[in-house]
């Protein structure tokens, strides 16, 4: 059994309780895959991470057990890798194909904002905490970028979608099912914080492209045979 996961969001100091209760959930022999912004190192840059207490926890609760991590847009692949480097369990990737019939993308690269951006910030989010960090956290909070305690707040009302559907998130689903018919496998993305799963009759009911959303809602995904949207 795989058990799927994506934007967690967690700041330096602080890893949300539901990554504990999703990682209780698996058993000896299941995968853990985590879909991409995990944690928030854009827009608060990698240093803030090098002693994180929220990513120290992360690595206590796996206990060893293997962790696919496909990096996204809040999460830069090269960032990622070298703060996991000492940790072999935790295999740090930009995407992950499981016997050739799952394929697990972040999805970012797939939106119009972001397919050109990820190239860029990781080096400006770079320069502006070495050089700036004052101004730069500042407008980090005032444009929500960092969220602000009574935004983490909202957090805890349970299972349900704080992001609907959308043409953004249209966006991100219809370049998918484009990836998942060309290459004739099942796609698995985050960052649209929107839950969802498509399925088409062909030979039989086959998954196209699913999204478990937020886990701070409450929300992820199980592959056994097929893949089903579930809740803590």
Known sequence: MVIVSSDWHCQPKELIPEVGKLIGKAEPGDILVGVGDLFDFLPLGKDKFRNSKAIDDFIKLLAGREFYYVAGNHDPYPWVKERFSEHPNIKVMRNVNLENRWYFRHGHGWSHDWWLLRHLAPSIVEFMTDHLPRPWYWFSKKVGWIPSEDKRATYAG?????????????????NAIQHAQHNNISVIVGHTHCSGILKRAKNGVKTVIADGGDLRDGTYL????????CTL
């Open 158 to 174: 349970g299972p349900g979608e704080r992001q609907k559907y959308d043409d953004k998130v249209g966006i991100v689903w219809r």
């Open 222 to 229: 199980v592959i056994d045979d097929d893949i089903q949207l």
